[in-house]
């Protein structure tokens, strides 16, 4: 017997739409690669936050008394020539390479991307001009230009932020521009141009939402280039200032006596390997999860 007062079904409630960082965390814990080198990165950066914890040697006081000495209780990496704790240094030397890495990456890819996007949305004369000045900037070799810029400029991370920013700019504009193209010719970039839409307003809201997972596997992939080329300048004599602690300047310091205390040019050569390879790994997994082609965006 059917009753007249039996509830009506209630109709189902679309679930909320997942945001930007739940769709990234999801990624992450999606692919492998991408979970190890996350997680390398991190450890990296939680030991440069905690290095003032983590050791109690000043890693610039100098002590003739201690030079030279082999790993033991006290110095569990040795010292150096200069009688520094070889693992104080490294601990600290990660706040340089993780500091100033960040902030040239990131300059590099907000201006990258911005270029990239608007040459992709404005086309015509602007996109051609653009293309003809980036091969002419890619044909001079990345180190070279470096070397001019701080030569001319001087050290200093602000010269050297310049520096990586002119090299790796035209690098990033034409990866973003590949990306960018594939979504310009879409149906609600087109609707937001007959609403007479500023640019900017198009690339903020309709054109970069949708290239996300290009610029974030772009930035992991950068940050592993600008580690190695920052590490590179200090290592040649152009980049930190001695006696700051840096791993490329650590190196270069400690090579002639790596017979005698091999740690104080291995441990900074572990400590910049282990953090490339974790920003290469979450390049890669997050390239692979997202299904982003780097070379087919122009890379």
Known sequence: MTTL????ATPAVPAAPRSAAARAWRTVRSSRAAS???AIVAVH???ALLAPVLTSYDPIANNADQALLGPSAQHWAGTDQYGRDVLARVLYGGRYALGV??????VTLLIGTVVGCAAA??????????GRVLD???SIPSVLALLVVVTALGTGPSVIVLAIAIVYVPQVVR????AALAVVPADYVTAARARGESTWAILRREILPNITDVVCVEFAMRASWVVLLISSLSFLGFGADPPTPDWGLMVAENRTAITVVPMASLAPIIALATLVVGLNLAADGLSKAWGVDRIREGS
């Open 121 to 130: 949305l404005r086309g015509g004369w602007f996109d051609d001009v653009l």
């Open 36 to 38: 190890i080198g996350l």
């Open 175 to 178: 990866v973003v521009r590949g």
């Open 101 to 106: 890495s960040v902030v040239a990456t990131l």
């Open 5 to 8: 007062d039996t509830p009506a």
């Open 45 to 47: 950066v939680l030991i």
């Open 136 to 138: 002419a900037v890619l």
